[in-house]
């Protein structure tokens, strides 16, 4: 369904978007993951033809976004980061007026109108103003707009940021079941846990470049030793980061200053941990909580960059 080969993006001579490639089999639901500012918006951009490529090449149904964007983009429908409503417009004109955008027109607009409606679950609230909705049936809406036209490929950037668990939940259970209905999805988030969920395949971006990419088992095993253990301290010095990194089964340490606890990944949890603990009575640390973690995407992440997901 969509092939992204090597492209790369450029703002005021700062490359963005560094050689991206990875493709999306059709009806997939692939995860792009990695933290705000990693290059995601701006990967989702160039593939729906709003934002143009300095070099590369994204084909969407084998069809090219640089030579036949007008027809790739009746394939795909999106959904931004930003609400893309008009607010003073009610549920149900919002999405005629984007279903006419499509092509759709009379009983054929009005009965899909009604059918995603019922499908975003707000069929009650069709008349209602969307000035009138809350953050996260907003959200829905804007979904709701994108799957007008029934399209082929659904790319969904950041859905749920800045809403309420309900909505939230609502929109994660809905992407699952246009899923499960045959429809690829493209989902980039910096919340793991969603992707983890929704998607077989996952690719992490990072400072605009692919870092690593397959599904989560074969991603979670490349965590080298397989094991992360967190430590919360009274406080601690470099002094303390040091020895913990000296120590024989310590891959990498990764220290938070605000709360003073230690990400440390290691080869073996068992021989590790009594080292560990040794090093923070050494160095005057009181050891307030002690946290063996397994293997996941987080941790992943953590070792591959030396930070947090959402950092």
């Given at each position: 369904m969509l092939v992204v080969q090597d492209i790369k993006k450029s703002f005021s001579h700062k490359e963005v978007v560094k050689g991206v490639s990875f493709t999306v089999a059709k009806?997939?639901?692939?995860?792009?993951?990695?933290?705000?500012?990693?290059?995601?918006?701006?990967?989702?951009?160039?593939?729906?033809?709003?934002?143009?490529?300095?070099?590369?090449?994204?084909?969407?149904?084998?069809?090219?976004?640089?030579?036949?964007?007008?027809?790739?983009?009746?394939?795909?429908?999106?959904?931004?980061?930003?609400?893309?409503?008009?607010?003073?417009?009610?549920?149900?004109?919002?999405?005629?007026?984007?279903?006419?955008?499509?092509?759709?027109?009379?009983?054929?607009?009005?009965?899909?109108?009604?059918?995603?409606l019922e499908y975003v679950g707000l069929s009650d609230r069709a008349k209602d103003k969307i000035e009138t909705f809350s953050g996260g049936m907003k959200r829905r809406i804007n979904i709701g707009a994108a799957l007008m036209h029934e399209p082929e490929l659904l790319i969904m950037d950041e859905p749920t940021v800045g809403i309420d668990p309900q909505s939230r939940n609502h929109i994660l259970e809905t992407v699952k079941m246009l899923n499960k209905s045959g429809m690829t999805i493209i989902y980039t988030s910096h919340y793991m846990e969603e992707v983890e969920y929704l998607c077989q395949r996952i690719g992490i971006v990072d400072q605009g470049k692919m870092i690593a990419i397959g599904d989560k088992n074969d991603l979670c095993s490349r965590l080298a030793g397989g094991t992360v253990i967190t430590v919360s301290v009274s406080s601690f010095q470099n002094e303390l980061i040091e020895k913990i990194n000296s120590l024989p089964d310590t891959e990498k340490v990764t220290a938070d200053h605000d709360t003073y606890s230690l990400d440390i990944i290691v080869k073996d949890h068992k021989r590790a941990a009594a080292g560990i603990l040794s090093c923070c009575m050494e160095s005057g640390a009181e050891v307030l909580s002690f946290e063996r973690k397994d293997p996941n995407l987080e941790s992943l992440f953590l070792q591959l960059t030396g930070r947090s997901l959402r950092d």
């Open positions: 009806g997939e639901a692939f995860g792009l993951l990695g933290p705000n500012g990693a290059g995601k918006s701006t990967t989702i951009s160039m593939i729906c033809g709003l934002l143009p490529y300095d070099s590369g090449e994204v084909t969407v149904g084998n069809a090219s976004v640089k030579k036949k964007p007008m027809q790739v983009k009746k394939t795909i429908g999106i959904v931004p980061q930003e609400i893309a409503l008009y607010p003073t417009m009610s549920a149900k004109e919002n999405l005629l007026f984007w279903g006419r955008m499509y092509g759709l027109t009379g009983r054929m607009a009005k009965k899909r109108a009604a059918e995603v």
